[in-house]
Nanobody, 132 residues
Framework: QVHVVESGGGLVQPGGSLRLSCTDN????????VGWFRQAPGKEREGVAC????????YYADSAHGRFTISRDKSKNTVYLQMNSLRPEDTAVYYC?????????????????????????WGQGTQVTVSS
């Protein structure tokens, strides 16, 4: 059963960059959509971007366009979120999720709909703090 794990969060100054990683050490992600979501204090969890692992099709929330890039490395069974030009308002816990219903995840991300807590797997989250 899929079980994704995130890494790569930390403290960065405004304008800086971070790269988050999401992987499953035992289960192949080939048949899954993998997405990044974030939740700031006092706010609902929201979608950032997702990718169809098999063909690499990508989907972004409006807030991520132009600054964030999602990608995957099949050889490492890993999905990345490259975040550039970070702003204080990007501060949040970032979660990775995997689900076989790629269309559903893409819908949630691109339409700014709340993600499903019933995705096949959610990671434990990694803190990203943007502050000077």
């Amino acid at each position: 059963q899929v079980h994704v794990v995130e890494s790569g969060g930390g403290l960065v100054q405004p304008g800086g960059s971070l790269r988050l990683s999401c992987t499953d050490n035992e289960w192949p992600l080939e048949n899954y959509a993998v997405g990044w979501f974030r939740q700031a204090p006092g706010k609902e969890r929201e979608g950032v971007a997702c990718i169809a692992f098999s063909d690499g099709a990508t989907y972004y929330a409006d807030s991520a366009h132009g600054r964030f890039t999602i990608s995957r490395d099949k050889s490492k069974n890993t999905v990345y979120l490259q975040m550039n030009s970070l702003r204080p308002e990007d501060t949040a816990v970032y979660y990775c999720a995997a689900d076989r219903r790629g269309g559903l995840m893409a819908y949630h991300v691109t339409r700014n709909e709340p993600p499903s807590m019933q995705y096949d797997s959610w990671g434990q989250g990694t803190q990203v703090t943007v502050s000077s």
